[in-house]
């Protein structure tokens, strides 16, 4: 009899039980579930990180490493793009109870240079992995990884835990000088493939324009050395390359004069009608700096890595950086990723 007297207040306290236990496990906003970070060789790395909302929660702000951000976006399980607000490292996110949330963006404020050695530093609320550059050996890191992996491309992945980590690594100078000398040797061929066209010397010619483009594909494949020893065949043959012979030999001074006319005065009104001087007449909004870049970009045939831009100007990675994006917001430039590295493309020559 007492049994059936303690039941109903046993069935009470139960339901409460329940009910409370239901409303704790919802006592969030959102939580980080993971993090990831790849570092390319330029210093930007790219950001992903998982969340997980509250289904009541309308929106929510939360706090980012690496601000300032470049390319952000948030978005759902479909896919479907997400609205928000940025303010410095705060991102207010508007997700009218959708769960789980993505979010990815780029930064270059995560790593840092001292001569030859780069440092990633991240402070993580959760356990992270991370993706170093190719070729990257690693020099020095805050904490132990908890797990560390050879990716199939060669590259290396670790998973470091929760906190302020570093990890130090660098990047062998021969790589580094490999793709210099390559990148040169390309260069000094087209120039000359350029020259022997301008003077009329094709006999010849096609082959040193076929190695040229063999040069090219090599080295956005990273065969640096390939791409060298194919641009200097082509740069020889170039060199060598004779005018061709039409039967009249009296008049080939005066054909070839013609030609060269002909060239310069095409070169000349294609420069004033259209080409970069009306891309620069059609933004006067532009500064010189940002003029400068796209001359850079023109006179490298209308493409060219970060790195060699801020080379030729002597700007701060960060200007450089900045200014392409915003050329790139304007659509006068998009930007690819070419081996890890920014390859800055006119949108229209």
């Known amino acids: 009899m007492s049994l059936l007297r303690v039941l109903p207040v046993l069935s009470v306290i139960l339901v409460f039980a329940l009910a409370f236990s239901e409303a704790y496990s919802e006592d969030y906003i959102y939580r980080i579930d993971s993090m990831n970070f790849t570092v390319y060789f330029d210093g930007v790395v790219d950001v992903k990180a998982k969340l997980s909302v509250n289904g009541t929660c309308l929106f929510f702000s939360v706090v980012l490493?690496?601000?300032?951000?470049?390319?952000?976006?948030?978005?759902?399980?479909?896919?479907?793009?997400?609205?928000?607000?940025?303010?410095?490292?705060?991102?207010?996110?508007?997700?009218?109870?959708?769960?789980?949330?993505?979010?990815?963006?780029?930064?270059?404020?995560?790593?840092?240079?001292?001569?030859?050695?780069?440092?990633?530093?991240?402070?993580?609320?959760?356990?992270?992995?991370?993706?170093?550059?190719?070729n990257a050996s690693i020099t020095g890191f805050s904490d132990v990884p908890l797990k560390a992996t050879v990716l199939s491309d060669g590259r290396i992945?670790?998973?470091?835990?929760?906190?302020?980590?570093?990890?130090?690594?660098?990047?062998?100078?021969?790589?580094?000088?490999?793709?210099?000398?390559?990148?040169?040797?390309?260069?000094?061929?087209?120039?000359?493939?350029?020259?022997?066209?301008?003077?009329?010397?094709?006999?010849?010619?096609?082959?040193?324009?076929?190695?040229?483009?063999?040069?090219?594909?090599?080295?956005?494949?990273g065969d640096y050395r390939g791409a060298e020893d194919r641009a200097n065949r082509a740069y020889e043959l170039a060199l060598n390359a004779k005018k061709p012979l039409f039967?009249?030999?009296?008049?080939?001074?005066?054909?070839?004069?013609?030609?060269v006319l002909a060239v310069a005065v095409?070169?000349?009104?294609?420069?004033?009608?259209?080409?970069?001087?009306?891309?620069?007449?059609?933004?006067p909004w532009l500064d010189e700096d940002e003029k400068n870049i796209l001359k850079v970009v023109w006179v490298k045939g209308g493409g060219a890595f970060e790195s060699d831009i801020r080379e030729a100007l002597d700007l701060p990675k960060t200007t450089v950086w900045r200014i392409i994006k915003k050329l790139e917001e304007n659509g006068l430039v998009k930007v690819e990723k070419i081996r890890g590295e920014n390859y800055v493309k006119l949108t229209r020559r």
């Open 247 to 259: 039967g009249l030999l009296d008049y080939l001074p005066y054909i070839a004069a013609l030609a």
């Open 157 to 221: 992945m670790l998973k470091m835990p929760k906190g302020l980590q570093y990890v130090s690594y660098v990047i062998p100078p021969t790589v580094a000088e490999f793709r210099l000398k390559a990148l040169n040797a390309i260069s000094k061929a087209r120039k000359a493939v350029e020259d022997a066209k301008a003077e009329g010397r094709t006999e010849g010619l096609r082959e040193a324009e076929s190695l040229l483009n063999e040069a090219e594909e090599l080295f956005n494949r």
């Open 266 to 283: 095409f070169l000349f009104l294609r420069f004033r009608r259209g080409g970069l001087a009306k891309l620069l007449r059609e933004n």
């Open 65 to 134: 490493p690496g601000s300032p951000f470049a390319n952000f976006m948030v978005y759902d399980s479909s896919g479907v793009p997400v609205d928000f607000d940025v303010n410095d490292d705060n991102v207010t996110v508007y997700c009218f109870g959708e769960s789980p949330l993505y979010v990815e963006y780029e930064t270059l404020n995560l790593t840092f240079k001292e001569g030859v050695l780069w440092t990633f530093k991240v402070n993580s609320p959760v356990d992270f992995y991370l993706i170093l550059p190719y």
